[in-house]
């Protein structure tokens, strides 16, 4: 559960950022000039390049959220609870 609902996050998160990214870059900011000067070959608006940063954002939100959750799943409720 805890996981689903740090992806369901990241997901909303990575669309808005792209959607936000591409408005920028359509209007030719500086910001875009600069990432088309530092990346050769890579223009601000070139899918591919925002899809792997996508794909390679998710699946490191999907490792924070899985392990924490693995090693809680790991303990027993009863000695969690003693504890606190």
């Known amino acids: 559960m805890a996981v689903e609902q740090a992806l369901?996050?990241?997901v909303?998160?990575?669309v808005l950022a792209r959607e936000r990214g591409f408005r920028k870059a359509?209007?030719?900011k500086p910001?875009?000039?600069l990432l088309e000067s530092l990346l050769f070959g890579v223009r601000s608006t070139d899918w591919p390049t925002f899809?792997?940063?996508a794909v390679v954002l998710l699946a490191i939100g999907?490792?924070?959220a899985y392990w924490p959750a693995r090693r809680a799943a790991r303990v027993d409720p009863m000695i969690a609870?003693?504890?606190e």
Do not use: S
Request: hydrophobic fraction near 50%; proline fraction near 0%; charge should be positive.
């Open 31 to 33: 910001r875009a000039q």
């Open 12 to 14: 909303v998160e990575i």
């Open 51 to 53: 899809a792997g940063a």
């Open 62 to 64: 999907a490792a924070a």
């Open 8 to 10: 369901v996050n990241d």
């Open 81 to 83: 609870l003693r504890v």
């Open 26 to 28: 359509r209007r030719r």
